[in-house]
């Protein structure tokens, strides 16, 4: 099972206009600036998902304890970045408001989370830098810097970062063993999947301080400090009003394989048909059949029609959603979210129909390897479906 979350909010945070907010701005933005040779400045983007239901669903069974979480982000614009490089998202240690602001606003709107301010300038609550000492946290209690080992004990170790080169600000995150999440871009596309799981199994089953306030994107500290040229990396928002807004995939296998005494289907003329209704509510948690059988089959004596018998795709078969108009991988093939169950009735998988954005089509593919992976083929016959509230 593939599960989708949706962003609630989202900003990017310059260093160059410290106290500009872009709460509602479509596009996040990594940025690096090396200005007359001297001054170095960044952006870096602030993202909140709400994963408030996700421990109830752990704990009664509907998502697997074991379930990975990735961050998909779909790229707008790229400019002047290096072939080879690496972005990092780190667990934010401060709350923060989203404000109403846009990057080309005049004057500029700073009502909201900026590179100096996590509230707004007219508020003034700046971002809590931390001491050069790197094992005190901010405590919101006493309003003062803690030793962390009071907090959490001598067993554990977390402490709050932050980085910045001309002003200061730029946010702060958490660091503890596996709080660093990253994703290397080698002469690739700069699409986003990034491994979160250390980060959202801290906010839903963690202790102590680790609250879900949201996570930073950033470049590397190698990008941030470079002497280069100007290095843009564009981000579809959550305002965007597109079907690329930032998401977190919940992925884990909910399938099983019982065939029975079903009969396998043959690998040659091979002929598939996904049982979809036209439509289903927002709500819905729907049960996909799939039925398959030979183009041509052979000829026997039998007293009943050859297409009354079903037949079993092999284990390693597995479904892709699509959005229908653009084309755009909703769902991608994964060898552990959407593998594709058979019971006795035939193969099938299940879907959560809240993992897509309401009146919308979508269509769904189908992928059957045989003999190892060596033999692939893919059904892609116009299955189509539409989410509706």
Same mark, same amino acid.
């Given at each position: 099972?593939?599960?989708?979350?949706?962003?609630?909010?989202?900003?990017?945070?310059?260093?160059?206009?410290?106290?500009?907010?872009?709460?509602?701005?479509?596009?996040?933005?990594?940025?690096?600036?090396?200005?007359?040779?001297?001054?170095?400045?960044?952006?870096?983007?602030?993202?909140?998902?709400?994963?408030?239901?996700?421990?109830?669903?752990?704990?009664?069974?509907?998502?697997?304890?074991?379930?990975?979480?990735?961050?998909?982000?779909?790229?707008?614009?790229?400019?002047?970045?290096?072939?080879?490089?690496?972005?990092?998202?780190?667990?934010?240690?401060?709350?923060?408001?989203?404000?109403?602001?846009?990057?080309?606003?005049?004057?500029?709107?700073?009502?909201?989370?900026?590179?100096?301010?996590?509230?707004?300038?007219?508020?003034?609550?700046?971002?809590?830098?931390?001491?050069?000492?790197?094992?005190?946290?901010?405590?919101? =209690?006493?309003?003062? #810097?803690? $030793? !962390?080992?009071?907090?959490? *004990? &001598?067993?554990?170790? %977390? /402490?709050?970062?932050?980085?910045?080169?001309?002003?200061?600000?730029?946010?702060?995150?958490?660091?503890?063993?596996?709080?660093?999440?990253?994703?290397?871009?080698?002469?690739?596309?700069?699409?986003?999947?990034?491994?979160?799981?250390?980060?959202?199994?801290?906010?839903?089953?963690?202790?102590?301080?680790?609250?879900?306030?949201?996570?930073?994107?950033?470049?590397?500290?190698?990008?941030?400090?470079?002497?280069?040229?100007?290095?843009?990396?564009?981000?579809?928002?959550?305002?965007?009003?597109?079907?690329?807004?930032?998401? =977190?995939?919940?992925? #884990?296998? $909910? !399938?099983?394989?019982?065939? *029975? &005494?079903?009969?396998? %289907? /043959?690998?040659?003329?091979?002929?598939?048909?996904?049982?979809?209704?036209?439509?289903?509510?927002?709500?819905?948690?729907?049960?996909?059949?799939?039925?398959?059988?030979?183009?041509?089959?052979?000829?026997?004596?039998?007293?009943?029609?050859?297409?009354?018998?079903?037949?079993?795709?092999?284990?390693?078969?597995?479904?892709?959603?699509?959005?229908?108009?653009?084309?755009?991988?909703?769902?991608?093939?994964?060898?552990?979210?959407?593998?594709?169950?058979?019971?006795?009735?035939?193969?099938?998988?299940?879907?959560?129909?809240?993992?897509?954005?309401?009146?919308?089509?979508?269509?769904?593919?189908?992928?059957?390897?045989?003999?190892?992976?060596?033999?692939?083929?893919?059904?892609?016959?116009?299955?189509?479906?539409?989410?509706?509230?």
């Amino acid at each position: 099972m593939i599960y989708t979350i949706y962003a609630q909010k989202d900003a990017t945070i310059y260093e160059r206009t410290e106290s500009l907010n872009t709460g509602t701005d479509q596009i996040l933005e990594l940025k690096h600036e090396y200005v007359n040779n001297t001054d170095i400045y960044n952006s870096r983007f602030l993202l909140k998902f709400d994963t408030s239901e996700l421990q109830s669903k752990i704990n009664s069974g509907k998502i697997s304890s074991n379930a990975k979480y990735y961050l998909s982000l779909r790229t707008a614009e790229v400019n002047e970045i290096p072939q080879e490089y690496e972005i990092y998202a780190y667990p934010v240690s401060s709350s923060w408001y989203n404000g109403t602001g846009k990057y080309f606003n005049k004057p500029i709107t700073t009502d909201g989370v900026s590179w100096k301010y996590r509230t707004s300038r007219a508020v003034g609550i700046e971002w809590d830098i931390p001491p050069a000492t790197s094992s005190y946290e901010w405590d919101n =209690i006493s309003d003062s #810097w803690i $030793d !962390s080992d009071i907090l959490f *004990g &001598s067993n554990i170790t %977390a /402490d709050v970062t932050s980085s910045y080169f001309t002003n200061e600000g730029g946010g702060t995150w958490w660091t503890w063993d596996g709080a660093e999440c990253t994703q290397s871009f080698v002469y690739q596309s700069s699409d986003v999947y990034m491994n979160v799981t250390s980060i959202v199994n801290k906010w839903i089953t963690g202790s102590g301080r680790f609250q879900n306030d949201g996570m930073i994107v950033k470049f590397s500290n190698e990008i941030e400090s470079s002497n280069q040229t100007i290095t843009s990396l564009k981000f579809f928002g959550a305002d965007s009003n597109t079907i690329y807004v930032p998401r =977190i995939h919940v992925v #884990w296998d $909910d !399938s099983t394989f019982s065939t *029975g &005494s079903l009969t396998p %289907a /043959d690998s040659d003329n091979l002929v598939l048909n996904v049982k979809l209704k036209k439509q289903y509510i927002e709500s819905e948690k729907a049960k996909i059949r799939i039925s398959c059988n030979s183009r041509y089959p052979q000829k026997t004596y039998t007293t009943q029609s050859y297409y009354t018998q079903v037949y079993y795709l092999p284990s390693s078969s597995y479904y892709e959603i699509r959005d229908a108009h653009t084309d755009e991988i909703i769902l991608p093939f994964d060898t552990i979210g959407s593998k594709i169950s058979c019971d006795s009735e035939g193969n099938y998988f299940n879907i959560w129909m809240d993992s897509f954005q309401p009146e919308r089509f979508y269509r769904v593919v189908v992928k059957v390897e045989y003999d190892g992976g060596d033999n692939v083929q893919i059904f892609d016959n116009n299955y189509y479906f539409k989410v509706v509230r």
